[in-house]
């Protein structure tokens, strides 16, 4: 659904308007593909003259981007990112170098640009005080995103010591415009139990992808296939008609199943066999059947939760168990922002919801075999049929509550979805990244 307000605040007259009245001034975000993205501007590198720990995995990216790394603020010159080595902010004396940088360079970023503030685990800190400042850089990245505006995303990476070169696969999605709607997330780096040549990508790789049919399955579906991957689209036999219409357009492979059937592991098995294992499994199904609680019956929530977390829960533990999942594999589930913070109407949803949050925690935890990690993405606001069915003030409510002041669109959880995926991005494990345009809700 068109987002009139954005596109009127956009036009020539509409901005004049709006910005007489005082009124919120959305920028159009910049996604892959349209128009000239911000990477090609230069990347400030801070505290000035150091590489910091990032440095060779940014030159890296920077070679293969044609982008140029400052080591210096220069007036006048529009920067397409900072990227902020803090790992050695260890005291309160030591945040002034922080404080300088970005009080110098903050207005040097040019609209959609980007910002990454780069840590340790706060907890990995010798001292009280180091870990004081190392977690106190979530208030600080959290802060400059919500002040930053202009389509600019702020991000803050927990880089355990060591694993830096486990960042690239990070370090690029965060610097892109595929990252668009994801802004004040905090995100950890550690080890991978496989070594991944980040220029490697999906081309080639099998990928389940649940509730394919449309909305967002279908923006992953797309993305997959659009990087070269062999996708196998399953959804419930009631969707088949789209599902075919996707199998003929983009070469999928279809799969008419509902999940909750009891016959759905082993057709699962079966299919995962025929296809030599799955490299990346995606958990996008998902259903609503908001109520209040007590005017809530035992169908709306049983339902929920059994689409939503059990079957996909059961599902998983069947293709791990059988080996079904290969070396280095891949497995996202689609939480949500009401997994986090909580909806009215949705005590069913946001529990089904929040559950991922503890499952990929834990899966991380216990350690997965073969260096398969487990990450969940949590939307807010996602321009679908679902949220153009939401009743008018409630919809624009929820579109401008961020700080991007907009929606964001399917392709941006698929984008993330993607990253998290990657070969290269074993480091990421146990972690649930918000693609929300830093939504005022939850944390
Ligand atoms: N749209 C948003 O703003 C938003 C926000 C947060 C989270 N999410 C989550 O993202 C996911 C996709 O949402 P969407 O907006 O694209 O919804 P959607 O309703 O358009 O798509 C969901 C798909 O899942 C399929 N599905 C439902 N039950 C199934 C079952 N038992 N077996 C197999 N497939 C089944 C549906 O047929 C449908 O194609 C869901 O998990 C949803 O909870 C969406």
């Known amino acids: 659904m068109p987002d009139r307000y954005l596109e009127f605040a956009s036009s020539g007259l509409g901005g004049w308007v709006v910005e007489a009245l005082g009124l919120p001034k959305p920028a159009p975000l910049l996604r892959r593909g349209e128009g000239e993205a911000p990477p090609s501007l230069p990347l400030l590198l801070g505290p000035p003259t150091a590489d910091g720990r990032m440095g060779p995995v940014l030159m890296r990216l920077a070679a293969g981007s044609g982008v140029e790394i400052h080591h210096a603020w220069t007036p006048d010159v529009r920067y397409g990112g900072l990227v902020f080595d803090a790992s050695a902010c260890l ?27 780069v840590g340790i685990p706060p907890e990995t800190a010798k001292t009280a005080e180091g870990e004081a ?12 995103a919500k002040e930053a505006r202009r389509s ?91 599902l075919r219409a996707l199998a003929q357009e983009l070469g999928v492979d279809p799969l008419a199943l509902d999940i909750t059937a009891p ?55 069947v293709l791990l168990e059988a080996g079904a999942v290969r070396r280095n594999g891949r497995i996202v589930a689609v939480s949500s922002l009401s997994g986090v913070a909580g909806n009215m109407g949705q005590t069913n949803y946001a529990l089904s919801k929040a559950g991922w949050i503890g499952a990929v925690g834990r899966m991380a935890r216990d350690g ?20 153009a069915a939401i009743p008018f003030a409630i919809r624009e409510a929820g579109r401008r509550m961020n700080s991007m002041g907009q929606g ?36």
């Open 368 to 387: 997965l075999d073969h260096g398969i990690t487990v990450n969940a993405v949590a939307p807010g606001f996602i321009e679908t049929r679902m949220t």
């Open 408 to 443: 964001g669109s399917p392709v941006d959880v698929a984008e993330t979805i993607a990253w998290l995926a990657h070969p290269a991005s074993g480091g990421v494990n146990g972690q649930v990244v918000r693609v929300c345009g830093q939504s005022l809700l939850g944390a």
């Open 152 to 242: 600019i995303a702020v991000q803050l990476l927990y880089v355990t010591p060591g694993r830096e070169d486990q960042a690239q696969s990070t370090l690029a999605f965060l610097l892109s415009p595929r990252s668009a709607y994801v802004s004040g997330q905090v995100i950890r780096v550690g080890a991978a139990a496989v070594a991944a040549d980040p220029a490697v990508g999906h081309a080639g790789r099998q990928v389940l992808v649940t509730g394919a049919a449309r909305g967002i399955g279908e923006a992953i579906v797309r993305l997959f296939v659009a990087e070269g991957a062999k996708v196998t689209a399953l959804d419930v036999p009631s969707a088949q008609d789209d």
């Open 91 to 117: 005291d309160v004396a030591a945040t002034q170098g922080l404080y300088r940088f970005f009080h110098q360079a903050i207005r040097s970023v040019a609209e959609h640009g980007r910002i990454v503030v």
């Open 263 to 317: 016959e759905a592991a082993g057709v699962l098995l079966k299919t995962a066999r025929a296809r030599g294992g799955f490299d990346v499994v995606v958990h996008n199904a998902g259903i609503t059947r908001d109520r209040t609680l007590g005017r809530m019956d035992e169908r709306e929530w049983n339902s929920v939760m059994a689409v939503n977390l059990g079957a996909p829960l059961a599902l998983t533990r």
């Open 133 to 144: 400042i190392q977690r106190g850089l979530e208030g600080f990245v959290r802060s400059l």
